[in-house]
């Protein structure tokens, strides 16, 4: 910890302005999705382990799957990811005794084949959560995308739904939401492509999609993060081709921190408000070019922490390996959990133009659960400030004005020290979400004049100053220092002339929930 100067500094303060009238907009359960990638033990021993203690008649792990709905996850999104580039859906659907494992490209792992379209779609309905399917346009193209659409969502009669029925699933699977490809742009991509062959192939193949089921809605993929060279021209020339035929267009973005430099770190949340403000104003420029009344959302369809450039070697110096190898198993402190949940106040702030978003992975892969081959599943960290968000967050999301001094960060500027999101039900219930980044104490001035706000329930989490280490003894002693409810009656001021005051610790995050109305 900081030593305590002898000359403490006084307290920061800030002002957040909130109002139940001022809303931005309603805040879509998609936005509390996850991600299923063929990778490491995300399926293999993580959500599919026959022969475990827990596995249901369909060998998945129901540890995992109670886990994975405490987390209040709203949907999945399969099968990748990069994987999905070099992937024949075709050869994992049918008898699994009849199936051939094959070389992922992607992971250079040997993929087994036990877990397909069928599987997977199968969990996600048993599970309640909602699938969100990818399509290969990375060695693939506009037939199979098609086909796979026909087998999940056809009726009877055709070549390919019939072949779902002949598979043992008579009644469709409705598949919603397509994701037309992933990460194009980046070139470890199998099958990568420059923007306008892309945006070529990704309009032919959602035609074809949408001729077979014009119910279904699509993801267009955006750069793959707002660091690539083509990051912004690759929005505009893709879009110039898809613009009339898709509804979203994909982000994704991870951050860690890098050399010590924890005030960067914990100032990720401005980084990622950046990006989603830059696609959005290159998706309506798009627009208004083509002076549309259109408004292409976002699929936020990756994100979290994820220490990419420390840890991780890189896809290409993998070898190749079988039976599920422990790839990207990122361990988590309470740190990365305070910026995880500052990352949710800024999806909320956008609620009006991300509906979709997707915390990558949910099992072992940089993942809030993890799990032990034969063995128990526990929560990381970074569960918990997902798991209360998903559970407050309700209605819509209010426009929350903040006044915060800044702090200086080498990778992202001026960053305020405080941030905060809130939201509102139709019965008046509220969520509110404040972040302080700074490493003191903050006193936060709710301004809330003409509505009588109550908080009646608080949680938080504190930033450690102990690195990560392996293992779920490690994950109960962090949760033990770092998460804890908040005595509401303590941390809040009672309300006096339409202000409530909230005391704040130094580095964390914390949510409340209420009632919020008009006096």
Wanted: charged content about 25%; overall charge negative.
């Amino acid at each position: 910890m900081p030593e305590a100067s002898a000359h403490p500094r006084p307290a920061p303060r800030a002002r957040v302005t909130l109002h139940p009238d001022f809303r931005r907009g309603a805040v879509d359960r998609r936005l509390f999705g996850s991600f299923v990638e063929h990778l490491g033990r995300a399926v293999y021993t993580g959500i599919y382990e026959p022969g475990h203690a827990t596995a249901d008649s369909h060998g998945f792990r129901r540890d995992v799957a109670d886990l994975t709905r405490e987390l209040g996850v709203s949907m999945v999104r399969y099968p990748g990811g990069n994987f999905v580039s070099n992937y024949v859906w075709e050869d994992a659907v049918g008898p699994v005794e009849e199936r051939k494992p094959f070389l992922d490209l992607a992971w250079r792992t040997v993929e087994p084949n036990l877990v397909g379209t069928d599987e997977f779609l199968q969990w996600a309905e048993r599970e309640g959560v909602e699938p969100m399917m990818a399509v290969n346009l990375g060695t693939r193209g506009v037939a199979a995308a098609a086909a796979l659409v026909e087998y999940c969502n056809g009726e009877a009669g055709t070549r390919w739904a019939d072949l779902r029925i002949a598979n043992g699933r008579v009644k469709p699977y409705g598949v919603h939401l397509w994701c037309l490809g992933n990460e194009m742009d980046g070139p470890w991509q199998i099958g990568h492509k420059d923007a306008h062959e892309y945006g070529k192939l990704a309009a032919e193949a959602g035609k074809a999609m949408k001729l077979v089921d014009p119910s279904i809605s699509l993801v267009v993929c955006g750069s793959s993060s707002m660091q690539m060279p083509t990051f912004g021209e690759w929005e505009r020339t893709v879009l110039s081709y898809t613009y009339d035929l898709v509804d979203h267009v994909s982000m994704h973005a991870y951050y860690e921190e890098l050399d010590g430099d924890r005030a960067s770190f914990l100032a990720s949340g401005t980084a990622m408000d950046r990006f989603i403000d830059r696609v959005v104003a290159s998706a309506d420029a798009v627009g208004a070019e083509r002076r549309s009344d259109k408004r292409i959302t976002i699929s936020f369809d990756e994100w979290n922490v994820w220490y990419l450039e420390s840890r991780f070697p890189g896809e290409a110096n993998l070898p190749i390996q079988r039976d599920a190898p422990r790839i990207i198993e990122d361990v988590y402190s309470g740190l990365d959990a305070v910026v995880v949940g500052d990352l949710l106040v800024t999806l909320l702030n956008h609620a009006d133009r991300v509906p979709v978003a997707c915390l990558a992975q949910l099992v072992n892969v940089i993942a809030p659960i993890m799990t032990e081959p034969g063995g128990e599943a526990w929560r990381q960290p970074t569960f918990h400030p997902f798991a209360t968000t998903a559970r407050l967050a309700r209605g819509e999301a209010l426009d929350v004005r903040v006044e915060a001094p800044s702090f200086p960060t080498s990778r992202h500027g001026d960053a305020p020290v405080v941030t905060a999101a809130a939201t509102v039900d139709d019965d008046g219930t509220l969520g509110l979400f404040v972040t302080n980044r700074s490493d003191q104490v903050v006193e936060v001035e709710l301004a809330h004049v003409g509505a009588a706000l109550r908080l009646t329930e608080g949680w938080q989490m504190v930033a450690d100053h102990v690195p990560a280490v392996e293992g779920p003894d490690h994950a109960a002693k962090v949760a033990e220092a770092c998460w804890s409810a908040v005595d509401v009656a303590s941390a809040v001021a009672p309300a006096a002339g339409g202000t409530t005051t909230l005391r704040l610790a130094p580095e964390s995050w914390t949510a409340f929930g209420g009632t919020f109305a008009r006096a």
